[in-house]
């Protein structure tokens, strides 16, 4: 007896109308026999069949599930697909009207292409499959590019090692000395480290011997932030000089000259603007300047800004807009606490020359060392601050610096005497800018500092002396290169003769005529 209130399944349904057909048969038993059997047959496959769907698994009515959904998937491309050839890609449309111009020049120019497919395979179904399967390779080999198994060498602590001095405003600053000492010293030079450097780097792999023959005294020190010197909390170019003035003043160095290498050279103008009277020349390596100099003429921008890497570009754009978005990149790469290629690092292109010396085992060490110490307090605030200094306002101009004659402007008494031979009197005129000598030395070869920045330095200081070195990079004239370092202190110093005083040996010299 059926179950009241159970609705029936369609097998159910199906077999009780194949079952009570509603004929009466008056035949014989063999005929009602004949009639019969089929529709036991239909019941016993319908019980069957529900037996079979009861025990379906889990399994298969996923498949099923997804069989489904599969179909409708596929109408529903279709669909689309109708849509879009019937209302986007007609004659009238926007679109196509807009498209099928361009689209035929280039159809007509890679039609050459169809050539190389099969006769028998048209162009419309070929190439999509031939992309299709280019893309899928590409990918595949990008995952599964080989990498050198070569671990990573992680950032080292080092302990404390440089001198410091107690600035006016209660800051340390951290410094190192080379060469002669102070009471046997006939040159002094300073050096402002550049970006991702420290006191360490001076000049790179300079011997001490060759110092204390040119009787230098090199003293290098870390800019606020970077090493062991404490942070600056408003930084500015004017503040740098200030440093390096009362640096100089600790150290009893009464004239000197200011060293400077690549973006270290913006620390160098800052010197020659705010205290020239203590600076007793200028040497720099490769200066950096503001990219965004409004002086520069667009030619010259041009020239500067087609040299560097996309990446370096957007450096320079959110240092000098949005500061604040170089903290995710620093602490990606030089503060991730690994060491890295200097050309990743820094967003760098370099010339082939370059590229060489990065390989050499010597300058990988000094690099690495170097670094380490330049981020010693993991703070990136002094960097922020230094990539905003670069392409920001200096509050001076380069062209402050050119040697040019001022006279005092006349007042209305002075016209008064004018009007009187007697009384009458020369204006009074001084020389200002940067009188003592500049020296650039400028690789042609740089990619980092491209040689237009020199360029422009000596379009807008034409007292500046530079040297022009062939074949050279922005690293292999001037790191680890021992005759490189004997010409450069012969170029700013003179020659040295048997490591004798240039006072001493002119005396013997007239002695000896």
Known sequence: MEEIGRPKS??????????????RYTGDDHTLSGLSTPSF?????????????????LKDQMKGFVKAWGEIAIELGKGCKDVVLQSVLTDDSYIVKKTKGPC????GKLSVLNDFLPEDRHPVHAWPVILS?????????????????????LVQSHPPSANRILLPDGRNISYHEQGVPADKARHSLIAPHAFLSSRLSGIPGIKSSLLEEFGVRLVTYDLPGFGESDPHPNRTLHSSAMDLLHLTEALEINKFWVFGYSSGAIHTWAALKHIPSKIA???LFAPMVNPYDPSMTKEERSRIWEKWTRRRKLMFFLARRFPRFLKFFYRRTFLSGKHGPIDKWLSLSLSDKDQDLTKDPGFEEFWRRDVEESIRLKNVKPFM???????????????DLQVEKKCKERGLFDWFKNQFMFLSSE??????????????WQGMEDLVVPSVMSEYVTRVIPSAIVHKVANEGHFSYFYLCDECHRMILSTLFGEVYDHQDPLERSVEEELTF
């Open 41 to 57: 047959e239909l019941k016993s496959a319908m019980e069957g069949e529900r037996v079979e769907s009861e025990s379906e698994s």
């Open 427 to 440: 204006v009074e005129c001084e020389l200002v800018g940067f009188l003592d000598p500049i020296h650039i």
């Open 385 to 399: 601050e230094e990539a905003v200094l670069q392409v920001s306002n200096w509050g001076f101009n380069l062209r």
């Open 281 to 283: 020349g200028a040497a």
């Open 104 to 107: 035929r020049v280039v159809a």
């Open 133 to 153: 399967v280019f893309l899928v390779a590409l990918s595949v080999l990008s995952l599964n590019i080989k990498h050198e198994n070569t671990p990573i060498p």
């Open 10 to 23: 369609w097998t159910e349904e199906l077999a009780s109308l194949v079952e009570d057909t509603g004929i």
